[in-house]
């Protein structure tokens, strides 16, 4: 039981965390995603793949020989937060 209350507390976590990141932008506004892995591979990454997340796009990248996670802006393709990946 208390295996299943975390999973879902952690679940519903991840989402908010993309709301927070990116600013809420109507879906029509948004570029497609095959449009975000093409300014995301001019700025030098190597895009491995792209989902929407929440307000933002994921982006699962590599730079310079390392694995990086992307949030990206749905608007205007703006990297809001990068991290390394594991």
């Keep these: 039981m208390k295996t299943t209350l975390i999973a879902a507390a952690l679940l519903a976590a991840t989402p908010a965390f993309a709301t927070q990141t990116c600013p809420e932008t109507p879906k029509d506004k948004w570029l497609r995603a095959e449009e975000i ?3 995301v591979e001019k700025k030098g990454y190597e895009v491995r793949r792209v989902k929407k997340e929440g307000t933002c ?3 699962k990248a590599a730079k ?3 694995r990086v996670e992307l949030y990206v802006n749905p608007a205007d393709a703006a990297i809001v937060r990068e991290k390394a990946s594991s």
């Design 37 to 39: 892995q093409q300014r």
């Design 57 to 59: 796009f994921e982006v």
């Design 64 to 66: 310079d020989g390392k």
